[in-house]
């Protein structure tokens, strides 16, 4: 028996609409940079032209994200964590039986929890991207599958 659980981040926006968008944006803005030139005010250009700038790499940030993704796999023995990036992806695997599930408190109300998965020294944080109320379900749904240290629930009875 085996449970799969499958993180992504919420990227509504698609590279059709940012492009799309930072069209619109780019020809409306030039439109009103160009009437001020117009007047005299030239350095009007300058500085739309950082402003393009800026919102392109925003953009790409933005968009690069939806690359972003983790794979949780349970079975009864181990916990096998596939995090893909635009880094590459990265395999970590944790026994079941040793491994803890715990969500960690801010050290700011400004900063969001961290949800971990600990064992033997080694520490993985899981679903950075989620909001704290999926975080939170999350904890629980995990602690249900994993159990505490030395404890292994069966894994058809959480769900």
């Known amino acids: 028996m085996q449970q799969q659980i499958i993180l992504i981040p919420n990227c509504?926006?698609?590279p059709r609409s940012a492009?799309?968008?930072?069209?619109?944006?780019?020809?409306?803005?030039l439109t009103i940079a160009l009437f001020f030139w117009s007047?005299?005010?030239?350095?009007v250009l300058p500085f739309w032209g950082l402003e393009m700038l800026l919102l392109?790499?925003?953009?790409?940030?933005?968009?690069?994200?939806?690359?972003?993704?983790?794979?949780?796999?349970?079975?009864?023995?181990?916990?096998?964590?596939?995090?893909?990036?635009?880094a590459g992806e990265d395999?970590?695997?944790?026994?079941?039986?040793?491994?803890?599930?715990?969500?960690?408190?801010?050290?700011t109300s400004l900063h969001p929890s961290r949800?971990?998965?600990?064992?033997?020294?080694r520490?993985?944080?899981?679903?950075?991207?989620?909001?704290?109320?999926e975080r939170r379900s999350l904890a629980r749904r995990l602690n249900a599958m994993v159990?505490?240290?030395?404890?292994?629930?069966p894994l058809e009875l959480s769900g």
């Open 56 to 86: 392109g790499a925003a953009l790409l940030l933005s968009l690069r994200r939806r690359r972003y993704r983790q794979e949780l796999l349970l079975t009864e023995s181990e916990i096998s964590i596939i995090t893909t990036s635009p």
């Open 147 to 153: 159990g505490r240290l030395n404890e292994s629930p």
């Open 123 to 133: 520490t993985l944080e899981i679903g950075h991207f989620l909001t704290e109320e």
């Open 91 to 107: 395999r970590q695997r944790f026994s079941r039986h040793w491994a803890r599930v715990s969500l960690r408190s801010p050290r």
């Open 39 to 43: 007047m005299g005010l030239w350095p």
């Open 12 to 14: 509504s926006l698609t």
């Open 19 to 29: 492009a799309l968008f930072f069209a619109t944006l780019f020809i409306v803005s």
């Open 115 to 121: 949800l971990v998965i600990e064992s033997h020294g």
